[in-house]
C-alpha cells in the first residue's frame, strides 16, 4: 500500500467534516460475505436452471416463493457474519463527527452492527421482514421458521429488500442524494459503480475531494483525487493506525 496515498487521505480527513462514504459488497467481502459477480460471488452460477437475477426477482418471490427462499437462505442470509475493520473504521469517522452518512448497496447490516446510525439502505435489509397481509414486522432472529415464513394472520413473510423489478423507498434515495449533495469530501468503496440506479447517486457530488477504494478500476477513478486497489479493510485498518500514531 502506497504510504504517500495514505497520508493524503488522513489530510483529506482531517480537513473535512462532512464525510459521505458510498459502498457496495466489497465492503462486506472481508466479513465472510461474497459478493455478487466475482467467480465464487452470489450470482456467480444458476441455481436450480434459472439465473439469480430471476430468482431473486419480485414476480418469482409472488410466484414460487418456496424457491425464492430456498435461494434467499442459502446465498444471501449470513447471520453469523462480523464487522470488519471498514465497518469499524467508518462508525468510528461518525463518532468523531467526520463522517456523516453511509449510503451502502448492502443488505447486511453490518454498518449498523459496528455502530454506525446513519446509513441509507438502497437496497433494504435482511434483519426487516414483513408481513404482506397485516404489515407486522419481524427480524431475522424472530422470522417464523419454515419453508414459507408466514405471520399468524397466515399472510407471507416478505423480507424487506429490494427485488429485481422493484422500485427503490423513494425516501431513502431522496436522503441518500441529499447526503451526497452536501457533503464536502465522498469516500467509494468496495463498489464496481456497475448498478444502476444506485450507482448513478455519486453524481450529485459536488465537494472537494473524491476517494476510491476498490480492487477493480471504477467510472469513478477519473474524477478521484486519489485511488486504491487494495482490499478496503486494509486501507482503513492503515488509516486508524496512522491517526493513532
Known sequence: MDGNKLKKFAEIISESDNI????????????????????????????????????VSHEYFLTHTERFYKFYRERMIFPDAKPNAAHIY?????????????????????????????????????????CMRCGKFFNLESLPRGAVPRCECGGVIKPDVVLYGEPLDETVVANAVKAIYNADALVIGGTSLAVYPAAGFINYFHGRNIVVVNKSATVADVNADLTFNDPIGEVFAALDNLFCK
Open 20 to 55: 459521505v462514504f458510498f459502498g457496495g459488497a466489497g465492503v462486506s467481502t472481508e466479513s465472510g460475505i461474497p459478493d455478487f459477480r466475482s467467480p465464487n460471488g452470489i450470482f456467480s452460477d444458476d441455481y436450480d436452471d434459472l439465473s439469480p437475477e430471476e430468482i
Open 90 to 130: 467508518l462508525a468510528k469517522l461518525e463518532r468523531a463527527g467526520k463522517l456523516r452518512a453511509v449510503v451502502t448497496q448492502n443488505i447486511d447490516g453490518l454498518h449498523q452492527a459496528a455502530g454506525s446510525k446513519a446509513v441509507f439502505e438502497l437496497h433494504g435489509s435482511v434483519h426487516r421482514n414483513y
